[in-house]
């Protein structure tokens, strides 16, 4: 075996089986009103031992003033977007807090990424997934993604990092309702959910800040993801997301992204699911913009795996020592740009037919 994901499967063996710290990535669009939200956010019980780092793009730091409770504990990086220019010093960040395992006297806990309103979160959370000095210590426990519900369209319209923040998002926070006259435009919805039917839509304006903190703190990133394709499968085969639309409708946008959930009922072959993986890794890893999901190894059936993974990086996978309900099937849910859900299920069948064939055969 070989290839990223079985790489990663060994790479894991190797590395500390310890807990991770939670990492929440809080990105949104230019003036969507992030610090707003992490402001009220602060202001909440309950949130000791979170450690905060704010990036901005632009030379001088002015989020940390705005962020009313800013203390030695907050780490801005300013001088550029998180997911370039200063992606080494995310590392960085994240390596002194590892050290230091402790916020104004609490252990460390949690961590809050809020992002630079330019930033594609897809390398953020790739350095989060895939860096050897950050994957042992930390996990991503979700990204929540501010939409603003007066300029958002024009926004997803005009800037595909918007469109990728809320693509890649588990929690779409709609923000500035308050200055609408009624309810939010049935159009920017209708664009968000298929952009991205996976993420919860948050339109309570008071709540938001509890919403994220909700996000933040899932007891485990990994079995969150696991939830949340537990949550969405529920035939089998595949599906799109949104049960409205019919199969081979699957919600596609203009943008190209499309989501939806794989789902197969029979155990699968260890050998066949990692060639499999390590395929549309290695064949469409970049189209992949985020993949996770339960799966249920005929060589381990009551340990699930779990897997969770942005474009060509995964998080090494990690086996659940058991079934969080009573649904045993693999399911694994995908936000792709241009990827042939059919497809990829036939390709994982084609895979295992093979695997089983092999096996059959062998003397
Ligand atoms: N009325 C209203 N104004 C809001 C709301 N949220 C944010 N704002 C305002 O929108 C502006 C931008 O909000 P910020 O919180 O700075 O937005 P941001 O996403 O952090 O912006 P960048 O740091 O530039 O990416 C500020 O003037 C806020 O006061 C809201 O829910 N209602």
Same mark, same amino acid.
């Given at each position: 075996m070989s290839g990223h994901f079985t790489s990663l499967l060994a790479a894991a063996a190797h590395e500390e089986s310890g807990e991770r710290v939670p990492v929440t990535v809080l990105t949104g669009f230019l003036g969507?009103?992030?610090?707003?939200? %992490?402001?009220?956010?602060?202001?909440?019980?309950?949130?000791?031992?979170?450690?905060?780092?704010?990036?901005?793009?632009? #030379?001088?730091?002015?989020?940390?003033? %705005?962020?009313?409770?800013?203390?030695?504990?907050?780490?801005?990086?300013p001088n550029g977007c998180l997911c370039c220019a200063l992606r080494g010093d995310l590392v960085e960040a994240l390596t002194r807090l590892s050290e230091q395992d402790e916020i104004a006297g609490a252990p460390l806990r949690q961590v809050l990424i809020e992002t630079s309103g330019l930033a594609d979160p897809g390398p953020i959370?790739?350095?989060?997934?895939?860096?050897?000095?950050?994957?042992?210590?930390?996990?991503?426990?979700?990204?929540?993604?501010?939409?603003?519900?007066?300029?958002?369209?024009?926004?997803?319209?005009a800037h595909p990092e918007s469109v990728q923040q809320v693509a890649v998002a588990d929690a779409l926070l709609l923000t500035k309702l308050d200055l609408l006259d009624g309810p939010p435009a049935p159009a920017l919805l209708e664009r968000l959910q298929s952009l991205n039917a996976n993420? #919860?839509?948050?339109?309570?304006?008071?709540?938001?800040?509890?919403?994220?903190?909700?996000?933040?703190?899932?007891?485990?990133?990994?079995?969150?993801?696991?939830?949340?394709?537990?949550a969405r499968a529920e035939t089998p085969f595949y599906r799109p997301v949104n049960p409205a639309i019919p199969t081979d409708q699957a919600p596609r946008h203009r943008d190209g992204i499309a989501s939806f959930v794989l789902v197969r009922d029979e155990p699968l072959p260890r050998e066949a699911f990692f060639a499999w993986m390590d395929l549309i890794v290695a064949s469409r890893g970049e189209d992949l913009l985020r993949v996770k999901g339960l799966v249920h190894l005929a060589e381990q059936p009551e340990q699930p795996l779990v897997i969770h993974g942005v474009q060509h990086?995964?998080?090494?996978?990690?086996?659940?020592?058991?079934?969080?309900?009573?649904?045993?099937?693999?399911?694994?849910v995908f936000i792709t740009r241009g990827l042939d859900a059919e497809a990829l299920g036939q390709t994982l069948d084609v895979l295992v037919r093979r695997h089983m064939r092999s096996r059959r055969s062998a003397p």
């Open positions: 969507s009103g992030k610090t707003t939200l %992490l402001n009220r956010l602060l202001k909440l019980p309950d949130l000791q031992g979170t450690a905060v780092i704010v990036n901005e793009f632009g #030379t001088v730091g002015i989020d940390q003033d %705005l962020i009313a409770q800013a203390s030695d504990d907050t780490i801005l990086l959370l790739r350095t989060l997934m895939g860096d050897p000095a950050v994957r042992p210590r930390f996990a991503v426990a979700g990204v929540a993604c501010t939409v603003d519900a007066v300029l958002g369209m024009g926004t997803l319209d993420a #919860t839509l948050h339109l309570d304006r008071e709540r938001l800040p509890v919403a994220l903190r909700d996000l933040m703190q899932r007891q485990d990133a990994l079995s969150a993801a696991a939830a949340q394709a537990d990086l995964f998080h090494p996978p990690m086996s659940l020592p058991a079934w969080p309900g009573t649904d045993r099937r693999t399911r694994i």
